[in-house]
């Protein structure tokens, strides 16, 4: 008798145990609708609860494991995507710039008119042309002819000017990744022969429009055209003092504006100069080898300026840096206007970061 009473106790013990282990079994016991309810002896309350709660606590680490592994496969696709794009507009660009290259050298050799057959490179009658170009006293007297073809030679100031500060900045002393060839020949090169050498440039360059790029490590010339991210009062001076850059760079294109424009408006008809002026260098166009080449020049570098100020832009917050070619070339239409825009880009793009302020952050 007192052995069986042994019995009932453990199966009714065993019976009101179960129900609290469904849960660490993964399962719902399977209670019948027409069954009735029985209390026959209540387990302990604290130790059901706490067997619950770490069940309940391994489902969140669980569900919070597999969140984690979606949204670092979400990261891996965006990565991956933003990747893919970059090569694919690379090989776009660097489609298009052996294609601008290739003809300007078939023009500049074969299809320039005035070309001269015994030196193919330079005519020797557009050495008379330069030779009067580089004579103010001439270029700046009224009527001379030359207006156009001045200020055509003299934007190799300002566009060279222009793609040398935003390619040097990506020679600096800490880089992501190697670039095949030093900018600075190229970049000085360009003064001279305009698009002759920085488009060859960028068939070779890495585009690096992630790069983190410091104030601290540029080169002394190009700091003067940054404007370096500031936190406290006594880096604001020296915030005014690096603008200078830019005002210089704007100084210099109103004095080309103001060489081509005096002459005009000083003379009693501006209209009819400005009208015979702009006939005189359309001929000029159909019989000198340097004044074509060079206006093909300008119209190519300044169409193909928007690919490294593009970049320029992502690397300083301005953009998106995953932001497709398609997506980025309308929001930098401003500073695509030929000549005025890029130098407006280099007055009032954001600051490059300071290596001691993301330090004191730190």
């Known amino acids: 008798m007192m052995k069986s009473s042994h019995c009932r106790s453990a199966i009714l013990l065993l019976l009101s145990i179960l129900p609290h282990s469904w849960p660490l079994l993964g399962r719902t016991p399977q209670t019948s609708s027409h069954q009735p309810h029985r209390n026959v002896l209540k387990p302990v309350a604290g130790r059901s609860l706490l067997s619950h709660d770490k069940t309940v606590n391994k489902l969140q680490i669980w569900q919070n494991f597999l969140k984690k592994e979606a949204s670092d496969d979400d990261e891996a696709i965006t990565d991956q995507t933003i990747i893919t794009n970059n090569v694919g507009e690379k090989i776009s660009i660097n489609g298009v710039y052996v294609t601008l290259a290739t003809a300007e050298t078939i023009f500049w050799w074969y299809l320039a008119p005035g070309i001269d057959p015994e030196s193919r490179w330079f005519a020797p009658s557009d050495g008379v042309l330069l030779s009067k170009l580089f004579d103010p006293a001439i270029v700046l007297s009224p009527g001379s002819g030359l207006s156009f073809s001045s200020l055509l030679l003299n934007s190799f100031l300002i566009l060279p000017a222009v793609w040398s500060i935003l390619l040097l900045q990506e020679d600096t002393n800490e880089r992501t990744e190697e670039q095949l060839v030093s900018p600075w020949p190229f970049c000085l090169a360009s003064f001279f022969v305009g698009g002759g050498s920085l488009i060859p440039y960028m068939i070779f360059r890495k585009k690096r429009p992630d790069a983190v790029i410091y104030y601290d490590d540029l080169p002394l010339i190009l700091k003067i055209f940054e404007n370096p991210e500031t936190t406290t009062a006594g880096n604001i001076y020296q915030q005014k003092i690096a603008i200078r850059g830019p005002i210089l760079l704007g100084a210099l294109a109103a004095i080309i504006l103001?060489?081509?424009?005096?002459?005009?408006?000083?003379?009693?008809?501006?209209?009819?100069?400005?009208?015979?002026?702009?006939?005189?260098?359309?001929?000029?166009?159909?019989?000198s080898q340097f004044t074509s080449l060079a206006l093909f020049d300008f119209i190519m570098i300044s169409l193909t300026i928007t690919d490294p100020m593009i970049d320029d832009a992502k690397r300083r917050g301005y953009l998106e840096t995953g932001l497709p070619w398609t997506e980025s070339v309308p929001q930098m239409v401003p500073f695509l206007f030929p000549w005025i825009g890029p130098v407006s880009w280099i007055y009032v793009r954001p600051g490059l970061p300071r290596k001691d302020l993301r330090t004191s952050i730190k």
């Open 258 to 287: 103001a060489a081509f424009l005096i002459p005009l408006l000083s003379s009693p008809d501006p209209a009819v100069l400005i009208a015979a002026e702009y006939h005189v260098f359309m001929e000029r166009l159909q019989n």
